[in-house]
């Protein structure tokens, strides 16, 4: 008997749709290959009831609390590829293959860290991407803003939200167009243009920021947003990206192939587990007023 869905990931998008469908008496397998994405980081935040709470710790409940849907199954397996059409693809995972009427992918995005020396090391600790992830409880100390491009200078006068010490630090990439420096300055955000060389670390966080010749600028964090890119099974099945990199998705979370859902991070760049899991439940109640309709309607 073929799973009505297979969700491809699971992380705060796969968990929360595996628990839509689930309650909807959906017959679910849940396809978890890990680590998760977040590993590095301490704590889960900004997510109501469970702020505060260690990854590991978020992802132990909610297995718990699919345990009473027996149509649900989770299975710590990778998918590694995806045939035939909707309404009958095969799951190939690495412990065999499946049948499933939808697929959804909940597979989130590779994150490409620099050979940047400390940052490897500093990541989740000390270099962040979200202030809405990390910045309470480093409120009002030293911030450093690695910027990619100078399309996204002026993000940096959004962090005095949180703190009044700013510096931005291009790595002499590009060059500061002036009415940009302009309103940095007069949002009192500091400016390095020098290349940066490495990051020093002091007892497992962040004391400096190195620049080439020598120099340092003291910092306590680094927020900083690496390249990303999708996982191989995303680009297995072809699916059609937008000019950023992220899986394009209908009103419905329906990807450019007929039958193939996605949800979470791997759509947006946008990203937040409390976001990622509310698309997984948007996806999951789409997917479940299609699946009820077309098998009501099935003949006999």
């Known amino acids: 008997m073929p799973y009505d869905v297979v969700i491809v990931g699971g992380g705060p998008a796969g968990l929360s749709a595996a628990l839509t469908l689930g309650r909807a008496r959906k017959r679910v397998l849940l ?22 709470t260690p990854p590991s710790e978020f992802r132990r ?36 293959a499946v049948e499933a009427r939808r697929v959804l992918l909940c597979t989130g995005m590779i994150d ?9 090391e500093l990541w989740g ?26 399309d996204w200078l002026e993000w940096s006068m959004f962090l005095k939200g949180w703190t009044d010490d700013v510096v931005v630090f291009t790595d002499g990439a590009f060059a500061v167009p002036d009415e940009t420096r302009r309103k940095l300055d007069r949002a009192q955000v500091r400016i390095e243009e020098r290349r940066v060389s490495g990051l020093r670390v002091r007892q497992g966080h962040l004391a400096a920021v190195q620049l080439e010749g020598g120099a340092e600028i003291p910092r306590d964090v680094l927020f900083a947003r690496p390249p990303q890119r999708q996982g191989p099974l995303v680009g297995a099945l072809g699916l059609a990206l937008d000019e950023q990199g992220f ?3 209908d009103g419905h979370k329906q990807t450019s192939r007929p039958g193939i859902y996605a949800a979470g991070d791997l759509t947006t760049p946008v990203q937040s587990a409390i976001l990622a899991a509310a698309a997984g439940a948007q996806a ?16 006999g």
Do not use: I, K
């Open 31 to 52: 396809c978890d290959a890990g680590p998760p994405r977040n590993a590095a980081a301490a704590l889960v935040h900004g997510f109501v009831t469970r702020d505060g």
């Open 61 to 96: 409940l909610a297995r718990e609390q699919l345990a009473p849907y027996d149509s649900v199954h989770v299975r710590d397996v990778r998918v590694e590829h995806v045939d035939g059409d909707a309404g009958r693809f095969v799951v190939r995972t690495a412990a065999g």
């Open 112 to 120: 490409e860290l620099p050979s940047l020396p400390g940052y490897r």
């Open 125 to 150: 600790r000390s270099v962040f991407q979200c202030p809405y992830c990390h910045a309470w409880e480093v409120r009002g100390s030293a911030f450093g803003y690695l910027v990619p491009a100078a």
């Open 247 to 249: 899986v394009t998705v």
């Open 284 to 299: 999951a109640g789409m997917l479940n007023h299609e699946l009820t309709l077309a098998l009501v309607q099935e003949p």
